[in-house]
């Protein structure tokens, strides 16, 4: 279910708390209290929940963008490219970064940018070298910004999307359904000082 974000009138988010911020726009691990705002905007409650469980095990990262108290976008990383998915080759021992999404009343002012530069902090911040990531052969305003961010052909054939996760239906996600792999080095990448799921917000030193 989605609503609730567009009615604030969206402007041009400005930073202000968190690894990435931008005015009002903040981008930060979500918490277990946060779930119902999460899931009354952004992804169905079950999924949510596992995404929860899953950063919980310190198997993911879920970030999610805020403009004051309303989730509008968000991304997931996981630290290792799930088994499921996997294409063979180095790019399944990098970090896999799932689910891009901003809510389409507030695309276009960075949020996306945002999500990634956080994502990408993020998995810097543990000492992974790069990350990876599929985006549908037809989606090309998300290959623009991988593009813009520096994300290059990971060299793998083209395939057919899958997901891991219950009850994901696909929404918001545009395209073909078929898509290529790209993969960023993280070299020149500042690692954030980012807060592990189990050490809550306690902030812990780059690697
Ligand atoms: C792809 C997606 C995540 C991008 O999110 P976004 O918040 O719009 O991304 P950004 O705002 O950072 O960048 C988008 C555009 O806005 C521009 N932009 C960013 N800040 C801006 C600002 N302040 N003023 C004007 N334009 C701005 C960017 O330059 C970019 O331009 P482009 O379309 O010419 O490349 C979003 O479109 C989305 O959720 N799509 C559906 C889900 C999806 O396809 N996800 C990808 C799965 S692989």
């Known amino acids: ?7 604030r009138g969206p402007g041009r988010p400005g930073h202000r708390t968190g690894l990435c911020q ?11 209290e946060e779930a119902p705002a999460v899931a009354a905007t952004l992804r ?13 095990r310190d198997e993911c990262l879920y970030l999610v963008a805020w403009e004051g108290g309303t989730p509008v976008g968000q991304v997931l ?4 490219r799930p088994s ?12 896999y970064i799932e689910d891009v999404f901003v809510l389409p009343e507030w695309r276009n002012r960075g949020i996306g940018t945002a999500l990634l530069e956080a994502a990408e902090s993020a998995a810097a911040a543990r000492g992974d070298r790069g990350v990876s990531l599929a985006v549908s052969t037809g989606n090309a305003a998300a290959r623009r910004l991988y593009t813009r961010r520096g994300y290059v052909d990971a060299g793998v054939p083209e395939h057919r999307h899958a997901s ?3 009850g994901f239906d696909d929404e918001g996600r545009s395209g073909n359904g078929t898509v290529v792999d790209l993969v ?3 070299d020149a990448v500042t690692a954030a000082a980012w807060p592990t799921a189990r050490e809550g917000d306690r902030p812990r030193d780059a690697r």
Do not use: F, N
């Open 22 to 32: 931008s005015g009002a726009m903040d981008v930060r691990l979500l918490r277990p």
């Open 77 to 80: 990383l996981h630290r290792r």
């Open 184 to 186: 960023k080095r993280l």
């Open 44 to 56: 169905h409650r079950i999924v949510v929940a596992d995404r929860l469980e899953r950063q919980r």
């Open 84 to 95: 499921a998915l996997a294409v063979a080759g180095v790019v399944d021992l990098l970090p």
């Open 164 to 166: 891991t996760e219950p």
């Open 1 to 7: 279910m989605r609503g609730g974000a567009g009615q």
